[in-house]
């Protein structure tokens, strides 16, 4: 299995500024044949489900607002929040699917600092 | 509007066997690989299986292949989640998830609200 790691684990950070989440994977899930990596981002807020953030490692979903951007590629990824909102107080969690044996990352929970 | 409702948790002893179902509505059902996924109380998200738009083909967890089974009733547009041999470890919200396309390898773009198993004597 493609093992997803996160960091930090958890992470204060003052309103309005800048968040900044890592996910590594044990091995690339970049797809030589069509250059695409094979990882989301999902916000998953207190009480609800999961909600997709970013996919192909850096496309933003119909609706997610544009200061949540995604970045990396290979085995290194970043989840980047330019400004930091009060509702975006949440666990984060990347996945990838490379393979059918779809894996997630441990989560990132971020708060206000 | 993308709906996914999942219904049939509830509280089953070990060794017990449970049925979950999730309505879909809002989208063509049967164009869609579908998934389950469970995420224990307090803890991560885990993938437990797949099925793909015309049924076809399924994909377990090694954590409940031979326990589990998947199915999907198009003419219903209702996925399935037969559980079976249920232990203490399998106590986990289960979201129903729809992948973004029929294909295996996409992200998984709209999730059901979920519905709590419980594995207690």
């Not at chain 2, 470890?89 to 289960?94: L, M």
Request: charged share 15%; proline share 3%.
């Amino acid at each position: 299995d493609i093992v997803m790691t996160q960091s930090p684990d958890s992470l204060a950070v003052s309103l309005g500024e800048r968040a900044t989440i890592n996910c590594k994977s044990s091995q690339s899930v970049l797809y030589n044949s069509n250059n695409k990596n094979y990882l989301a981002w999902y916000q998953q807020k207190p009480g609800q489900p999961p909600k997709l953030l970013i996919y192909w490692a850096s496309v933003r979903e119909s609706g997610v607002p544009d200061r949540f951007s995604g970045s990396g590629s290979g085995t290194d990824f970043t989840l980047t929040i330019s400004s930091l909102q009060a509702e975006d107080v949440a666990v984060y969690y990347c996945q990838q699917y490379y393979n059918i044996l779809y894996t997630f990352g441990q989560g990132t929970k971020l708060e206000i600092k | 509007e993308v709906q996914l409702v999942e219904s049939g948790g509830g509280l089953v002893q070990p060794g017990g066997s449970l049925r979950l179902s999730c309505a879909a509505s809002g989208f063509t059902f049967s164009g869609y690989t579908m998934h389950w996924v469970r995420q224990a109380p307090g803890k991560g998200l885990e993938y437990v299986s797949g099925i793909s738009g015309n049924g076809g083909s399924t994909h377990y967890a090694n954590s409940v292949k031979g326990r589990f089974t998947i199915s999907r009733d198009d003419s219903k547009n209702t996925l399935y989640l037969q559980m079976g041999s249920l232990r203490a470890e399998d106590t986990a919200v289960y979201y129903c998830t729809r992948a973004s396309g029929e294909e295996w390898l996409l992200p998984f773009d709209y999730w059901g609200q979920g519905t709590l198993v419980t594995v207690s004597s």
